[in-house]
């Protein structure tokens, strides 16, 4: 479903995070016009995250590109760059200038530190911000590594997803009051206010400093275990119910190391007995056992057997699309699957279009 059919975004290529919230706009219907450098390494139809998009190539070291990317955002309800602070400015395309041109426009832009603060102009990348913001502190058992899944927790969705939610309400805005804003979209802020349940648990008591000591880092009845083949399950039984439950089918229901399942005296013991139980068999076995069942437990696949998974098949959440792999627009309105989205832009691919609709043609480039 188009939901956002009708909102206009410009894109200035960039890295990671920016790709990614242009595809999300792009996936639910906004047209994205994507500008992309000479020579970019970035198109194909290995970029999953321009497709959707509409692509035109322009030098913005040439003054008359400069002034087809501002005609561009001169038509544009928001922007999305991605570039250093200060690079924008410097090349005529600031905030100053194309929001004095278009008042309506949401100026969007993404970094890891911020466009201010002591480390604004320092280089980084997702696993730096998310570590500053506190978000890297729970990734671990204790004595272990922090480890994040990478990108997800910062350039995604600390990142990505915060830009995407500030264009959408700085449009809103912009449509009831006709103007725009600016929005700086800091992967360290989106990182930190993630932590805002995380915040919540440690106010009421239930989130020690120490890694290791709470129901989501210390319990056995949170965590991750190793099967007879080397495969990996989980296991998030936090409700009594669902532990219980659980118990019962795992034959652990009169071992007094589980009967009280809040007793954080008993939780070395157990786990070390879940660890013992769970290295027994192959992760199949305990699929059968426990999967589709409410004892909270899932295996880790990785995501090529994520596209064969019988959930996943049934939402088609994930698919292979002219050979390549990657999700389903997200989310879903009305119970409709998503259609398959348009694949990525070779570079400089709707140009003509681009500038026929500026009134101008390709031989002005």
Request: with cysteine.
């Amino acid at each position: 479903m188009a939901i956002l059919k009708g909102l206009k975004i410009v894109e200035f290529e960039g890295l990671g995070p920016g790709p990614f919230c242009g595809m999300l706009l792009a996936d639910l219907g906004a047209d994205v016009i994507l500008i992309e450098r000479p020579n970019s390494a970035s198109s194909g139809p290995a970029a999953v995250f321009n497709r959707g998009k509409r692509s035109i190539v322009l030098d913005l070291k040439d003054p008359a590109h400069i002034d087809i990317a501002k005609k561009l955002t001169g038509t544009a309800e928001g922007i999305i760059e991605g570039l250093r602070p200060g690079v924008m400015e410097r090349l005529g395309l600031g905030p100053e200038v194309l929001c004095a041109e278009n008042p309506k426009l949401v100026y969007g832009r993404l970094t890891g530190w911020g466009q201010d603060g002591p480390l604004a102009q320092t280089a980084g990348h997702d696993v730096n911000y998310i570590s500053i913001a506190g978000a890297n502190w729970y990734a671990s058992q204790t004595g272990d590594v922090p480890v994040a899944p990478p990108t997800l927790v910062g350039d995604v969705a600390g990142g990505a997803l915060y830009l995407a939610i500030g264009i959408l309400s700085g449009v809103l805005q912009a449509r009831q009051t006709g103007k725009g804003t600016v929005v700086d979209a800091a992967i360290v802020d989106g990182a930190a206010h993630m932590l805002s349940l995380l915040f919540s648990l440690k106010a009421a008591g239930g989130l020690p400093e120490a890694r290791g000591g709470s129901m989501l880092d210390g319990a056995h009845f949170y965590d991750v275990y190793r099967c007879a083949d080397g495969r990996h399950v989980s296991f998030g039984a936090l409700e009594p119910k669902f532990y219980f439950l659980a118990l019962e089918k795992l034959g652990l229901n009169d071992d007094p190391d589980f009967k009280v399942q809040y007793d954080q005296t008993k939780w070395p013991a157990a786990k070390q007995k879940l660890r013992d139980l769970f290295a027994s068999q192959p992760a199949s076995h305990w699929n059968k056992l426990l999967g589709g069942t409410d004892a909270c437990f899932a295996q880790v696949l990785n995501p090529e057997e994520a596209l064969e998974n019988e959930h996943i098949k049934a939402r088609s959440t994930l698919r292979n699309i002219a050979g390549v792999l990657q999700a389903a627009p997200a989310p879903r309105f009305d119970g409709e699957i998503p259609a398959d989205p348009s694949p990525p832009p070779t570079a400089g691919q709707h140009t003509e279009e681009i500038l026929a609709a500026l009134g101008l043609r390709e031989g002005s480039l």
